[in-house]
């Protein structure tokens, strides 16, 4: 596609409740980042995936978060068990390179999380 | 963790203003970035400047970098009551390979 898709764009859950969130890249960019977002803050760096290359999942805040990308392509983003901090919006980008190119990354609008 | 720092953390001007909004980071990079988010969602890219730059525009916008200082800084020329916006520097660092973001400047131009 033109750009970064991410579904769904709104999710309301109830805590205890698993939930996934769905990023599509860029068809060609090898990097790709999970962001998590809360109100009125910067943006908390989760997980990237490079190629076939180990995802560095440092940015993970606990073993509830997990995430995968699946042929290169599109990844998951899975929250088990959510908790209501875990509230945010969840972002996702691409990019040709890991370095961000001479383009930065394309970001998706995001998934609104909230949990009840 | 968030390396990078902004300020100010609010900014609010009159139309046909210029805004400059400076960033500090930590650590050595390959490159800064600088991002706009309108409304809480998505990030558009705005410019990048490597390392190895200390200046670049872009149409109404201009970036310096200071690799001795680690900062940088953007400046909107004759801003329009649309440039109203959360503006982010983010840090690329080759050996964390990730991109490392600020806390955001909130920009509001008024007409």
């Known amino acids: 596609g033109a750009g970064v898709s991410q579904s769904p764009s709104n999710k309301v859950t109830e805590k205890g409740k698993d939930v996934e969130l769905r990023c599509d890249p860029i068809?060609?960019?090898?990097?790709l980042y999970w962001y998590r977002q809360s109100l009125g803050q910067g943006l908390e760096f989760l997980i990237y995936f490079q190629g076939n290359s180990a995802p560095d999942k440092s940015g993970l805040p606990s073993d509830r978060f997990s995430a995968e990308r699946t042929g290169g392509s599109v990844s998951t983003l899975t929250i088990q068990r959510t908790q209501q901090e875990d509230s945010a919006v969840y972002l996702c980008?691409?990019?040709?390179?890991?370095?961000?190119?001479?383009?930065?990354?394309?970001f998706g609008s995001g998934t609104r999380l909230t949990v009840v | 963790s968030q390396q990078g720092e902004e300020d100010p953390q609010a900014l609010s001007i009159q139309e046909g203003e210029n805004a400059t909004m400076n960033c500090s980071y930590k650590t050595s990079i390959n490159n800064l970035q600088w991002y706009r988010q309108n409304s809480g969602r998505g990030l558009v890219h705005l410019i990048l400047i490597r390392s190895n730059e200390r200046e670049k525009h872009s149409g109404r916008l201009r970036v310096t970098l200071d690799t001795s200082k680690k900062s940088s800084s953007l400046l909107i020329t004759a801003s329009r009551a649309a440039d109203t916006a959360s503006y982010f520097c983010a840090s690329f660092s080759g050996s964390a390979r990730q991109l490392t973001f600020g806390s955001g400047t909130q920009l509001t131009v008024l007409p």
């Open positions: 068809s060609g960019h090898t990097a």
């Open positions: 980008a691409s990019s040709y390179r890991v370095t961000g190119s001479n383009y930065g990354y394309t």
